[in-house]
């Protein structure tokens, strides 16, 4: 399936849910925000949540320099 | 050049001169003749005060931008002192302040620049105990801190202070901007739920950032709070903005305020009184 992802299309290979997406992106879940269709998605919901092809999946990363 | 009253078109800029010193009427000639700012913006930006917490490489820049532009009254909260490894990017500081506190060297500096601001130096470290009487008298709140801590602890303050923040983070070569108006859509809490464990996410020490980053998120700092404070403009509402310096992108990330949110959801579990 096709998703959004960061505002541009991205083929999803395997995943079906923000975990095994972000596992194919080699993302560490602990390191980043998940959005998708601009809904932030809890960090203990990575596991369980869908992704659906069309959505619009953005990852923000957790960024605290100064 | 000298800079005369004669020289502006009055209907462009509104407002009256009168207040301003001679020497001030030179100092800040580019925004009185600049339509958007005028006489009317350039009083409103030396009667606001802002509080900035972080004198690091965000910071530096931050503060030097808002009293070159002759900002009321400023405070700068940090309780760090300067070190060699600093100078790569805080450009407040210099060789003379090693091991001097951040706030107070940041401070010799502005002053240098202009005495028309009273800034006010706090060296202690924000905490959950002094936030509230740090940042009580202050219009605009910017977040220049190095760790996720105080990121979350200005946040919660600053949305149930009823206080608008501007906040801005760097690491390596990514910036990111956030601008938070209480209760009128996100706040950072709402995008990042909570700290993360301590030693999860790499810090600057660690994997270092490009100097020129904290210069380029500062400025956009500097520029929301000048743009709240005058009241001209759009600021940035409703997103995150990314800057990725590699690819020289700005991406906006579109974010609304999240209904599980512990400080301004739709059933909040934090209040004034946690502080």
Known sequence: MEIILNGEAYLVKRANTVSGLLDELGVKSELVAVEINMNIIKRADYINKKINGGDRVEIVNFVGGG | MDFHLSDLVPELQGGSFVGFTNEQLTRYNRHFVLSGIGAVGQRRISQAKVA?????????????????????????????????????????????????????????????????????????????????????????????????????????????????LVSGAVLGFEGQLMVVMPHDGHCYRCV????????????????????????????????????????????????????????????????????????????????????
């Open chain 2, 52 to 164: 900035l917490i972080g004198a690091g490489g965000l910071g530096s820049v931050i503060g030097y931008y808002l009293c070159a532009a002759g900002i009321g009254k400023l405070a700068i909260v940090d309780n760090d002192k300067v070190e060699l490894s600093n100078l790569q990017r805080q450009i407040a500081h210099n060789m003379a302040r090693i091991d001097v506190n951040k706030a107070e060297s940041a401070a010799q500096t502005y002053r240098a620049l202009n005495p028309d601001v009273d800034i006010k130096v706090f060296k202690e470290r924000l905490v959950k105990g002094n936030i509230r009487g740090l940042i009580a008298d202050y219009d605009v709140v910017i977040d220049g801190s190095d760790n996720f801590q105080t990121r979350f602890l200005i946040n919660d303050a600053c949305v149930l202070m009823g206080k608008p």
């Open chain 2, 192 to 275: 990042f739920e909570d700290v993360p464990p301590d030693g999860v996410v790499p810090t600057c020490r660690e994997v270092g950032v490009l100097g020129a980053v904290p210069g380029v998120i500062g400025s956009l700092q500097a520029m929301e709070a000048i743009k709240l404070i005058v009241g001209n403009g759009e600021v940035l509402k409703g997103c995150i903005l990314i800057y990725n310096a590699l690819n020289v992108s700005f991406r906006k990330v579109a974010v609304q305020r999240n209904p599980s949110c512990k400080v301004c959801g739709t059933t909040p579990s934090m209040s004034i009184y946690d502080f």
